[in-house]
Every structure is written in structure tokens, then in C-alpha cells.
């Protein structure tokens, strides 16, 4: 079954700054990333998804995917204070896209 | 508008008392899921149906039953309600048409309260 943990379970960082936070999963057939990101007392809601080795950008989020690691991790650069919320990595299960395992998640506080 | 929605919103049930949460969705999605939220956990995946009358158990499914007789409706059952499942409900849709890779939308979720 599949393991998906994720670093820091909380962390703090200032207004503008840059933000790091990292997921590793068990699975090495896994094939679909996803960052899901959850504000307080609302649904999660996809933010980002990455399908091959390598990184993606949108706006001020790049998603890093290392396959032979069992890494991938979200970076914000220029955090704001809406971006403080619980972020949710999900790894998908080994013979098909729809069905993912989440991990507990990392709450992030942006401080103005 | 695409919409995932979750009856009711708050619930509050005594031990041993049978509950229906419901969900609905407006995107003619195949795939419907349920999932509970406790604090530290993560979400945790109950039931994923394909279709109708097509559900599988997820990682949790002990304590618990679906129902899904129309694509844009999936319902969750606790048949005597125990205190340990008390918890936040989440009911997610998604559909790999388009290329999406089955993008999970999720409802606003549904507080239940077992006492």
C-alpha cells in the first residue's frame, strides 16, 4: 500500500519570502503528483498536478518531481498571506489516475 | 456552475443512531469518492465509486456503506453510528475526460457529531 508522507507538519514563514515544502511516497510506479490546497474550515481544491520527471511552473508555484527519489515537493516564492492554509500532497495508487493517497499535510502560516 | 454539494452541512447523532450524508454533482463525473478528515490524518479515502452501482472500499471502509443509483448522486451510510466516527466528511468527483488526470473537485464537507 502506499506511503505518502509529508515535511514540515507546520512551518512558518514571512510575508515575500520563499516556501518549501516536500512529500515522499512509496510507490516507484506511482504516475500522477498532486498538491491540493486547503484553506481553514473550506473543501481542498487541486493546485497543481505533475505527470513526468522534471518541474513545472504557475505563477509564484513550481512543482519539483524525482521519481528515482520518491520525491516531489511545492515551492511558492513571494509567499502571501492567502497562501497560509493546510497543503495536501496525493500520490496516485499503481494502475490508474483516480485513485490517490493523501498525506496528513503541512499547515502553512504566511506572517505579514 | 461546477459544483460538488454535500447534505447536510453539520449533523449531530447519538451512538447507535443511523445517518445518511449525501452528495451531488453537476459535472456528470463517473468517479465519486467519500473521505473523512480528522485532525492530523490527512484524508483518509472510505468508498470510490465508478459509476452507478459500481463502488469499490477505499483504505477505511469498515463502519460503513454507499449507495449510488444515479451518476450525479452518491450516499454514505452509518449503520449504528460509533463515537470514533465522528469526524469531517468530504465527498469528491472527478473524470479523466479531457485529459484532466481525474482532478479531484471535493464538496464543502459535512461536520458529523457522534455523541
Known amino acids: 500500500q502506499q506511503n505518502v508522507q509529508q515535511s514540515p507538519e507546520s512551518l512558518i514563514v514571512p510575508e515575500g519570502a520563499r516556501t518549501s515544502l516536500n512529500c515522499t511516497f512509496s510507490?516507484?510506479?506511482?504516475?500522477y503528483f498532486w498538491w491540493y490546497r486547503q484553506h481553514s474550515g473550506k473543501a481542498p481544491k487541486a493546485l497543481m498536478s505533475i505527470f513526468s520527471n522534471g518541474e513545472k511552473e504557475e505563477g509564484r508555484f513550481t512543482i519539483h518531481l524525482n521519481k528515482a527519489s520518491l520525491h516531489f515537493s511545492l515551492h511558492i516564492r513571494d509567499s502571501q498571506p492567502s497562501d497560509s492554509a493546510l497543503y495536501l500532497c496525493a500520490v496516485s495508487d499503481t494502475g490508474g489516475a483516480d485513485r490517490l493517497t493523501f498525506g496528513k499535510g503541512t499547515q502553512l502560516i504566511i506572517q505579514p | 456552475d461546477m459544483k460538488v454539494t454535500q447534505m447536510p452541512r453539520y449533523l449531530i447523532k447519538r451512538m447507535g443512531e443511523n445517518v445518511l450524508l449525501e452528495c451531488g454533482q453537476d459535472?456528470?463525473?463517473?468517479?465519486m469518492y467519500w473521505y473523512r478528515q480528522d485532525p492530523g490524518l490527512g484524508l483518509q479515502l472510505i468508498y470510490i465509486s465508478y459509476d452507478v452501482d459500481s463502488n469499490s472500499e477505499g483504505d477505511i471502509p469498515k463502519g460503513y456503506r454507499v449507495s449510488r443509483k444515479k451518476r450525479e448522486h452518491f450516499s454514505l451510510i452509518l449503520d449504528s453510528a460509533k463515537t470514533n466516527q465522528t469526524s469531517v466528511y468530504f465527498c469528491?468527483?472527478?473524470?479523466?475526460?479531457?485529459?484532466?488526470?481525474?482532478?479531484?473537485?471535493f464538496g464543502p464537507g459535512t461536520r458529523l457529531t457522534v455523541l
Open positions: 459535472m456528470s463525473h463517473e468517479t
Open positions: 469528491a468527483s472527478s473524470s479523466d475526460w479531457g485529459g484532466n488526470y481525474a482532478e479531484q473537485f
Open positions: 510507490d516507484s510506479a506511482s504516475q
